[in-house]
């Protein structure tokens, strides 16, 4: 029979029936694909260990009509380390539902997929507080589906912006001598660097720095104001997290 290997994530495993079970894997080849694991809950089934959450791979398929069958998998990482810890999990599953909004079918998964994978890396391993984390994740997600702040140049003048108001209607900011405190959320010099920064560093460098407080709280309600904005639904897992359970934010 046929077969073509993927290198992907697993992002959710639903028990089908009495021994099968679905999954939803992120794919660098085709983007967010659907996979049937045949006899997966079975006792000693060799789809066992592969069928969960958070498995890093390959996966040999089995293409159907409107799926795929997993032959079989090489893992290349379970995040154990992760998944041991209840607080660390919360916030990896909450990033891999949010990796499955923000995913598209036959589309090229390969940013995508880096940068789940090592933002689970810097989770299991404390890189930053969880929060800074998914503060990171959460803007880049925004940029690889292309709908993130301008917040490069002013809106006004088009001078380069060092400091300055943040408008969620024109998505833009306006610099410091065009604009005034009634303008929107006010973005100090620490900010504006730190956001251009959250926005365009290359993925291994995203998770190696350390926010001020009020330049980290500036920086969340941009976020959440654009969260509302582009964000059409809940996200179950996001109940599970408890900000206040590792390693809080540091003065940089
Ligand atoms: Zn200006």
Known sequence: MDTITVTGMVLSSMAVGETDRRLVI??????RISVFARGACRPRSS???????FVTGSFVLIPRKDSFSLQSAAVKEYFDELTRDFDK??????????????????ADGTDLLNLLF???KAVEKQQMP??????VYEYRLFVAAGEYPQVFTCSSCRKPLTEGWFQMRTRSAVCSHC?????????????VYALQHILTAPVTKLYRFRLAEDVFD????????????YLDR??????????SALPQMGKM
């Open 26 to 31: 992120l794919t660098k080849e085709q983007g």
């Open 47 to 53: 789809l066992m260990a592969v069928s969960r959450p």
């Open 89 to 106: 999990m919360a916030y990896g599953c909450y990033f891999l539902e949010l990796a499955g909004y923000f995913s598209m079918e036959q």
């Open 118 to 120: 090592l933002t689970l």
């Open 130 to 135: 969880a929060e800074l984390i998914r503060l």
């Open 179 to 191: 604009g005034t405190s009634m303008d929107g959320e006010y973005l100090s010099p620490s900010a």
């Open 218 to 229: 500036a920086l969340q309600r941009v976020l959440n104001q654009w969260k509302r904005r």
């Open 234 to 243: 809940e996200f179950k897992s996001e109940a599970l997290l408890s900000p």
